[in-house]
Structures are given as C-alpha cells and as structure tokens.
C-alpha cells in the first residue's frame, strides 16, 4: 500500500507564475489536508477537503490560492501569480475518516521556491 | 482557540543520554495530542498519539510521553538516544470537539545526536 505520494518535489517558480502541487492520497482514503511549513516554523493547516468537496478553507489566504479533490485524480493547492513569500514547503496529509482522532499520514512535500 | 508551545527550538545531546522535549500547549477544549517527527526531506510521521486512558503513552522505538493537564503539558522524552533519532520533533494538537481533524502544530525542536 503506498503512501501519501506528492509531487513535484520540488518547484521553482519566478515571480508572477502559476503553481501548481499535487497530492494523491494512500488507498482507500477520502480526506486530504494541506498544510503549509514556512521557514523555521512549525505546520499552518491551510485547508481540508473531501472527494469534490471543501469542508473547511479557514487557513487559506483569501487570494491566489485555490484547492481542489475531484472526483478522479489527486487533489490539487494551485497558487497563481506566485511571490517570493509564498516560498515554502507544502505538505498534503490523507485520513480514512473524519474522526478527530484519526491519524493523518503525511506525504513527503513539495519544496516551492519563488525566485 | 489552540496553540502549541515548543520551548526548545534545538537541543544537542550526545547518543545514549536521556533527553526531553518540552511541549506546552494553550486551549480552552479538551484536546488530542500528538508528536510527529521529521527526518531531513521527508514528511512528519506520527511518533505517539494521547487520545484518553492512561495519561502515559509509548512509542515502538522507545519514546513516551506524558499527558499532564495541570501543566497543560505532553513532553517527550527518551531515556538513551540514538544517532538515528536525529531529526526534528512537532507536537500538535486537535480540538476533540467543533474540529474537523486539522492539526495545530508547534515550531518544532531540532535534536541533533551527536557520537
């Protein structure tokens, strides 16, 4: 069973471009969380969703970015017109249930450096 | 609303020392909590969960953490380390009501093992 795959791994972007990272989450899961690692800071939950739906975008800047979990395929955190701040390590997480307490499994994240 | 306190942003030991990483957090909920751990250009893996029960919880490569609601605490701790312990530790925390899963996490402590 493989895990939380993302990719790219890494990304470089010049100022003004589009982003875009994709998670696919393990088998069977159904939720997917995205969380964004500034430099020398800890995880920032940016948004969680479920298959076609956006259950809570309360950690997402109200510009430039966007998520997706279609139907088929992996879920999407595009970011347009990309600056410097944007910089950072995103990583997407899968669970098989809604439950609080249910683990989430981490994919190994997409490093976004903005030139 | 919840945040997480890790005082230590790094702490060098030398292999087979003791060693703890402190972990405070701040909620007005009840709360789960969780240690994951980071080694270099991977995701987090979860290292122990509390969730209810015994206030001491284990983990299978001899970490363990100690729940205390008094202090608000859940430091980690390692009674001998190893040079494969050398990675960054997060704690985190999920409120057990009105959430829908996302994680709060602290900055992280670095501990770096050193022969």
């Known amino acids: 069973n493989a895990g939380v795959m993302q990719n790219p791994r890494h990304l470089v972007r010049r100022r003004g471009q589009e982003a875009r990272l994709r998670c696919s989450p393990m088998?069977?899961?159904?939720?997917v969380y995205w969380y964004r690692q500034l430099p020398e800071e800890g995880l920032k939950f940016m948004v969680y969703?479920?298959?076609?739906?956006?259950?809570?975008e309360s950690g997402m800047p109200k510009e430039r970015f966007s998520a997706e979990f279609p139907k088929e395929g992996p879920s999407i955190l595009r970011i347009q017109q990309v600056v410097r701040g944007d910089s950072a390590a995103y990583f997407c997480?899968?669970?098989?249930?809604?439950?609080?307490?249910?683990?989430?499994?981490f994919g190994p994240g997409t490093r976004l450096l903005v030139l | 609303a919840q945040s997480v306190t890790q005082l230590d942003s790094q702490v060098p030991v030398f292999e087979e020392a003791p060693v703890e990483l402190r972990c405070n957090y701040s909620s007005s909920v009840s709360v789960y909590l969780f240690w994951y751990v980071q080694y270099p250009n991977q995701g987090l893996q979860l290292l122990l969960k509390y969730l209810s029960g015994s206030t001491l919880v284990e983990s299978i490569n001899g970490f363990e953490a100690e729940f205390n609601k008094s202090q608000t605490s859940f430091h980690l701790r390692k009674p001998s380390v190893h040079i494969s312990d050398t990675a960054e530790y997060f704690c985190?925390?999920?409120?057990?009501?009105?959430?829908?899963?996302?994680?709060?996490f602290g900055k992280g402590t670095k501990l770096s093992v050193k022969p």
């Open positions: 997480a899968s669970s098989p249930l809604v439950q609080v307490q249910e683990t989430q499994y």
């Open positions: 088998k069977g899961h159904s939720h």
């Open positions: 985190a925390v999920s409120p057990r009501r009105g959430s829908q899963g996302n994680l709060i």
């Open positions: 969703l479920q298959k076609e739906n956006i259950i809570d």
